[in-house]
């Protein structure tokens, strides 16, 4: 009689084994589609044995189902998570760099390059004709349709650095979202395992955040006991982002929205925590903060600050610590950050070429003219001083509208007395273009007085060039203006075609690690169909077991009758 019930016992966990394995191929099926879901297998193993009496031996009493587990391999998901955090950098790069490229519209008929060549060439046709109110009519409205091709370029680029910074704030108000939803997780997947389960969903989930988490920056992970995990940032392992422990100290990110310089040096930063800009209860103020010069550039064009979990920043004698800016090298987010600095150091070269082309025209034109007569400079400053040509930048910049109105004030030649014929001026100004410049003193916020005496030869007492054309000095290491365009073109070429070769490099490489990762987490219908079948028989097997032993059963109870 009890090897007989002993039989039935164990047919009864071969049934309810194979029952638990249904289950688990009909929720496999089921999230077949689902985003991060990573199919789920029944680890089994052998029951107790039972000992024979009588020193015979052990008889096994069945099987039993030990755990469900997922299918994952953790290896796959640091590749994927790294290389999604490259490919989220590139990825923006790629787009944003694109977009200024369209901005500089180089080469075409209409960009920069070829507008200042028609200036150029234009006074070339002047010192030919400078007799001729058409020639300098040509030479006003060449001059005029660059100086508005400048002013356009240095809006486009600025509205691409800000559109860089909303990005950022946006990135980071989603990243402080995904924190909190990862630090609610943790906690729920802590708790369940405590309890001696295996929260299989809730590791998916969190998987999937991570996944999303790696495209906005580098992120380092580490396994902890109770399947809690730590997270920081790959570039600074200073910040903490997920708790394990309700002691345990986390960080934030927030968004800082503006900078401000104080007479004293110091500066105020204005943040929004968590990257929230929806509510001014969010806007925190920091006042007389000590930046260096290199914080003050990652702030500037990093946009975010570390802070505590209640969106405090904590100053060190008045001062940040490099480790309360945040500066990733990878993931959208520092794709963003470089585009806003890259964004910046166009809009500076855009200007360095207006400021060259004011002031090597404005000398040219103006300077070296005979005492009495009067001195009309031919690129101003539109602000409230338009001789302010230390000034000047490619927002600025426009032709004088006295020009404009009345284009015989042009100077082509080396005085108004010195005849209708004379082009020399003209062609000193149309010779500019071969003409080398020291634009890296103009870079540095050269002075236009320092760049008349560096450029031209002028007169040993009075320190002035001398009446008629001015002449040039030699500029060793000199570069032409046209020249130092062409090189500002030339490195944004080479910087979008890195960026376009790394993402099509990067997708091709995350394709073949997803499809890798699918094909061991992922759920096959077929294999599943399969193993339903395989699953559906051995449970009728031990159904039919059942049956047997209960047919025994009948004839022991009918001869006990």
């Not at 058409?134 to 060449?142: E, F, G, I, P, S």
């Not at 449970?539 to 049956?547: G, S």
Request: glycine share 8%; aromatic share 6%; charged share 20%.
């Amino acid at each position: 009689m009890s090897g007989l019930f002993a039989t039935l016992n164990t047919s009864k966990g071969g049934m309810f084994a194979q029952q638990q394995y249904i289950n688990v191929t009909s929720h496999n099926i089921s999230n077949a589609n689902t985003p991060g879901f990573s199919r789920q297998h029944i680890v089994l193993q052998t029951a107790r044995p039972q000992t024979i009496a009588g020193g015979v031996g052990q008889i096994g009493t069945g099987v039993t189902v030990s755990s469900i587990e997922r299918t994952r391999n953790q290896f796959l998901d640091f590749q994927i998570r790294k290389e999604s955090s490259l490919l989220g950098n590139y990825g923006v790069r790629q787009d944003y760099l694109s977009e200024i490229e369209g901005i500089f519209n180089e080469p075409s008929d209409t960009g920069i390059s070829e507008l200042m060549s028609e200036f150029f060439d234009a006074w070339q046709t002047l010192s030919k004709n400078p007799e001729k109110s058409d020639a300098r009519t040509v030479v006003a409205q060449k001059a005029k349709a660059l100086a508005d091709e400048l002013n356009h370029t240095y809006k486009k680029l600025n509205d691409t650095k800000d559109n860089a910074a909303k990005e950022i704030q946006s990135n980071l108000f989603e990243v402080n979202t995904i924190l909190d939803q990862l630090n609610s997780i943790n906690k729920e997947i802590i708790t369940v395992t405590i309890a001696g389960n295996n929260p299989n969903d809730l590791l998916d989930s969190r998987d999937l955040l991570l996944d999303e988490l790696s495209t906005k920056f580098g992120i380092d992970t580490r396994n902890q006991i109770l399947n809690g995990i730590t997270c920081k940032s790959e570039d600074n392992l200073n910040i903490s982002l997920i708790r394990n422990k309700d002691s345990d100290e986390i960080n934030k990110f927030a968004y800082v929205n503006k900078l401000t310089k104080n007479p004293d040096g110091s500066y105020d930063i204005e943040y929004y925590k968590n990257g929230d800009m929806t509510s001014d209860k969010n806007k925190v103020t920091l006042t007389g903060v000590t930046l260096s010069d290199e914080q003050y550039e990652n702030l500037n064009n990093g946009r975010v600050l570390v802070t505590s979990e209640d969106g405090s920043v904590n100053l060190t004698g008045g001062a940040l610590n490099n480790d309360q800016i945040f500066n990733p090298s990878s993931g959208r987010i520092g794709g963003l950050q470089s585009i806003h600095e890259d964004a910046e150091s166009y809009i500076e070269q855009a200007n360095t070429l207006a400021k060259t082309l004011a002031f090597a025209v404005n000398a040219i034109h103006t300077e070296g003219i005979p005492a009495g007569e009067t001195k009309y400079a031919f690129f101003v400053n539109s602000g409230n001083n338009p001789l302010d040509y230390d000034g000047i930048t490619a927002g600025n910049i426009t032709m004088n509208s006295d020009i404009l109105k009345n284009v015989m004030l042009i100077q082509a030649g080396a005085s108004k007395g010195s005849g209708s014929t004379d082009g020399d001026r003209a062609l000193a100004l149309a010779s500019l273009r071969d003409f080398g410049l020291n634009i890296d003193s103009i870079q540095s916020g050269g002075k236009y007085e320092d760049f008349i005496k560096d450029h031209f030869e002028t007169d040993t007492v009075t320190g002035k060039v001398p009446n008629g054309v001015p002449k040039f000095k030699t500029i060793d290491g000199g570069v032409k203006v046209e020249g130092f365009f062409k090189n500002t073109i030339n490195k944004l070429g080479v910087q979008s075609e890195e960026a376009t070769r790394i993402v099509k490099n990067q997708n091709t490489l995350l394709k073949g690690l997803v499809e890798r990762r699918l094909s061991t987490s992922g759920v096959s219908l077929d294999e599943e169909a399969i193993n339903l079948v395989q699953f559906q028989h051995a449970f009728q097997a031990n159904a039919k077991v059942i049956t047997t032993v209960d047919q025994l059963l009948d004839v022991v109870i009918g001869l006990v009758r």
